[in-house]
């Protein structure tokens, strides 16, 4: 699934297409599409995972699957779930979900969540963390995306193993200083993420993520789906401390 780097960095590519004028907008999505021909998209922005296409009145969503992918000028053989015409040109969306929405951004969306952007409010979410989910797994909260928009699992295993956090320690367990800490990680590889991803070289540079054992006293790395969420988890349980 990508990740919120990963929508940013595709963001960037569409830069052109702001301030141009939507011809058309197809695709198998039951979203309604005929609301958007003659349009002017005024701006391109993102919300965690999600693409943000923003008109004067509305705006749209557009979220990618598993194996969501978005093609410019470039058709894959199976049909778009969403797609944005501009004359000649096409943005096109596979395995994706639009959604429509009146208003702004912002009246729906908190920004002060989303781990891209300079609006990021460490106090915010910290407060949040103590206060609503005082009793669940870190490894689990990070996941939630109404507190953590744009964290996906590599996030996720990254910086709890740079945060010294095993994911199922208890949040209000683990001291306030960690945690605090851990929000800092969090931030700091989403930027790292979005650089490596220039270079095509995310995956490679995890320290743990697709690996088998710890890079700093190469211990074996326990592997299992962890948590409620149920995904991949790599854990050194000698560097990562477990606060229950
Ligand atoms: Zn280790």
Request: hydrophobic share 40%; proline share 3%; with cysteine.
């Amino acid at each position: 699934m990508p990740e919120g780097p990963s929508i940013l960095f595709l963001k960037n590519k569409l830069q052109r297409y702001k301030g141009k004028t939507v011809s058309k907008a197809s695709g198998y999505g039951d979203m309604e599409k005929s609301g958007l021909e003659n349009k002017k998209l005024l701006d391109i922005d993102t919300f965690g995972k999600n693409f943000l296409f923003i008109f004067k009145d509305f705006f749209v969503t557009v979220h990618l699957g598993l194996f969501g992918r978005m093609l410019v000028n470039k058709r894959k053989k199976v049909n778009a779930s969403f797609a944005l015409h501009f004359g000649e040109d096409e943005i096109n969306f596979y395995v994706a979900k639009s959604k429509l929405f009146a208003g702004k951004p912002a009246d729906h969306f908190n920004f002060k969540t989303d781990i891209m952007k300079p609006e990021f409010d460490a106090d915010f979410v910290l407060n949040e963390l103590l206060t609503n989910h005082a009793e669940q797994m870190i490894g689990d909260v990070l996941m939630d995306q109404n507190l953590f928009a744009g964290v996906g699992n590599i996030i996720r295993v990254e910086s709890l193993y740079h945060a010294k956090i095993h994911p199922d320690s208890i949040v209000k367990e683990i001291p306030e200083k960690k945690l605090i800490f851990l929000l800092r990680m969090v931030v700091d590889y989403a930027e790292e993420f979005l650089n490596l991803m220039k270079t095509d070289s995310v995956k490679e540079s995890a320290l743990v993520y697709g690996k088998k054992t710890c890079p700093k006293d190469k211990k074996e790395l326990l592997i299992a789906e962890m948590g409620k969420v149920k995904r991949k988890t790599y854990v050194c349980e000698k560097c990562q401390k477990l606060y229950k």
